[in-house]
């Protein structure tokens, strides 16, 4: 099969105050505010030019409802229907008007697991990418990546390249030759998504993308100044694996976010995945420092599709090692 | 009919002293030299993974053979050939080994009488975006687009995006709304090629992107301490048009080339194209500058396919004002 | 005679809207507000410790009041005073309560005709260079230099090396070997002042010092999303004298503001002024660029001390050429 | 007594290898070399209009042998032995010669042990400011100060600010207000020396400072291109103390570098010195981030004036805490 999917477009997950989520989101990061209600809150870049890229939903406690992709149209969510179906996995769908901004959408279940989501139409919004005076904290500019922990990396990358038509851009092998993790890409750049092998299903980080490296350290300032100096988790560093220029910051209810620069083009077919060794010391931090435990051990509880019930977690299939390739 | 065109990848022009050259362009343009002979400099981008974007072949004087194109692989050049030769078009194939590190590549006149290139390989080379210790000046990162001066530029419009299957991001329209200058990608950049109206065909510039502002006011700098000062044409600034923080500067023969920075994710087939009034004062220069004369008269000539003769020029349809949308 | 002044610290000057002046150099310059009346705004930039060093008068047209210095404390005051009525020039006591923010303090004609001012203290105020959250704009620092144009350049640098204990950082000669212009410091940057050959006196800008060239950048970013683009004159660019990063602005009224960054510490006494020949490219603009016609011709009215009409001006001493070594 | 001291302007230190100390400072970090014989290496930054700012010798072990002043003139070194001589510290005269480019220098033992030299003269060398192709790596601009382990703080404040006429701009104070830690100025910078509670007298860091924050986070890269990730000690990061963006890089042979950037003008002599608990935690790092335990631990001896044996470590009066107020 061959599906038009064009790139990782939103994430929807809880949060359990709004308003510290605002202070942190806007305030602090830089992110537009679309539309809030008491219900939730829509943000977007200030590059993008749709109704969000990140909607939070007021909620008792965390948990992540599904990471959405953007496809060509909706021929192709029938397709993909279709397709979920013969696989087995259980999908639902959401009618225009279910959530806010966007249009129909399919939910399904990957094959770790995890809630995605596909939709065709999102309501425009105005891009600010040249309303510099809006500009605060770290300048968020456009969603980049989603990166998740599963429990079986390998069955991951064959999933979503064989059968949806993604291309890894890196990996990390073990010793054996076995892929440790993997990113992954529909629009040329580095990825859209990343697999590493862990407690599973879980959702690391949502990546961001920043236009420059000086956002990044000033947003290190702004939060600072803010009072948000515990949230600021690793980084400012650079990856080994994808270049990136990253800082790993926690929302009021930690949730992980990357702010992310660097990366590179990766449209040619014949570009050649980067391969690192797992004993590659650059491969995570280029510059040579160390990630914090939380790091590694903390990642966020995806909800199931129908009943919102937290997906069960299963044990990695490879021997565990701390996930340092993460970006 | 539908190609798999990847994204504009490497222009082949000429310079009349190959020593000169690569002072100017590696030394302080910052890019890596593949290979040189007596005959030609390979060049490529810190990021460039393939043998070149840049080649420079010795001459006599200046002039442009071809804007090539990467294509998904080599069955795209047989359609392609087949299709130029439907519109009437001439074509010539150069086969493997003719050209320094490319594989087979079709060239083909397009509507504008502009020579143009397919070829969907291309010899590997190492790929030195972390070899940070080699970066130097504005540490060139990768070919991002060409831009072209052109008698008609609805026509080469509806013959890249209707044929070639580009897409329009920006648009320049006149009072009468005819279409002034446009921006047309491929990979979701803002563009691959851009067309506006003046006498031609010509080559404007041709734009090469950098990871970040610094490094452009960093390559000032070094030019000016090398002795370059004057081949500063215009900028730094940033354009409205296409966001881009940019700087103009011409080579020792006068090829004007572009260093770029801060365009945006086109990814999305529901992205409308941003049109400019040929009036608003933002489009050309955000920040309200003036462009020197030479950069609204000056450009390169094409050389014919077969013949290598320079191109006739056409006046433009549009009468002329200045030109002052480029990006 | 030997005088304790430690460096330029504030300008007092007219603008005839004060509502427009506070959306100019708070919004999209960065200064912070320390207070505001009917009649004056006093600013002050994110690192000063004390209560301003730009004060803007409300009037009807523009004129500039007094160029002040902070001396090492009160007894200064005296010698000075002694000093200028010795050399038979006005002086004029403000005593403390008379000017917002600051103490007793003594005006005096300088040997250009230019109103200067001395004074000991200034009230304290919070200092914000750690309150990231409010940078906006050029996040501007602190008060730098001002520079003067004046009729007889070598005169002024006589009073101010051998009178008032300043040093010559740089200068610019003629070929026939006289000051055209020169850069005088206390503090060990670049300069306080500086004096060009010119029709005066006038007061040509007043420079205020940036963190570093990306705040430069944004700044022109803001002021176009703004509407103030046709409010930058002149930049970004590189200054040959003193390597200074500059940008000038124009403020509503159109006093003139420079933004900098770049110049190096000139503490050590044997360090020798660097001299440029007026004849040399680079000296004005590092990168080659022409300064617009407004930037040579236009400069501010200084107001007398205790009539305040306009100073009356004086052609130059030296034949009028370009004073394109302005920084 | 008032003494001249116009800034810390050099610091003469061993090193084992001379060829891995010439890839580490000159390729890596930037600096320019001045001269070099296989007895030492003489190392400048960018703007360094002398000789040199750090001397390396070659010995067998490490060690420090000087800080140097820079003084107004000649005279003050005789004062300066006058004063020593009256404390009942050691002194040595090394005349003109002795030393590679610096005329007559007075060594001394202060308060804590430290050798400190006084100088009035050095020979110049070419200020390699704009000579923007020759940036490599952090692009060391200059000097900016020295860091120093001592068993009593207050002591060593008290004589450098009473006896040597230097300023405090900040200071860390316990729960009992005893002075912890100090930071003391000549130039208007925040510091030329610092002091904090340890086991000494031991040289904690020398610090170089740069134009600006980009030239910080690509000396980062550049190490990690070079094969020195692990030579990066800590940061990059923000101090709260002293607002500087900082590096510590360790050299071959474990010298202490400290790369520094954004603190601001002390010329003022109302600056209240900013007082820091030891308790808050923004104090010495502003983002948040734990330095590694080697950086708490680690320092470089001083070598006798006389005999060149390790000056004898004392305890530290006041209790040991981490010392986490460095800057
Ligand atoms: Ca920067
Ligand atoms: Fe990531
Ligand atoms: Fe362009
Ligand atoms: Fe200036
Ligand atoms: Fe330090």
Redesign the interface.
Known sequence: MDFNI??VARVTMNVTDLHAAKDFYV??LGFIETESTSEYMALRGL?E??HHSLLLRKAEKPGVHALGY?V??ESELEKLEHFFQIKGARTLWLEKGTQPGVGRALRAVDVSGIPVEFFA?MD?AERC???????R?ARV??IDHVNCMVPDVEGAVTFYTEQLGFRVSEYTATEEDRTWAAWLHR??TVHDVAFMNGEGPRLHHVGFWL????SL??C???????GY??H?ERG?G?H?LS?A?FLYVRDPDGNRIELY??D??T??????PVKWSIND??RQT????KAPESWFNEAAAFLDIETGIEVALKQPLLAQRKPDFVT
């Open positions: 064009i790139r305030n602090a590059e030019h749709v953007k060509w149209d139409e425009s990418l040249q309303k510099y005076d809006l500009y904290g500019q456009r629009k040329p236009s420059d490296p000086m350290i000033h290190c300032d702004v939060m600072a100044s803010m100096a515990d600021i400012p650079r080994g270049n220029f620069n660097g590179y083009l449209s040619d077919p014949d570009f050649k010391p650059r280029f510059w040579g420092h």
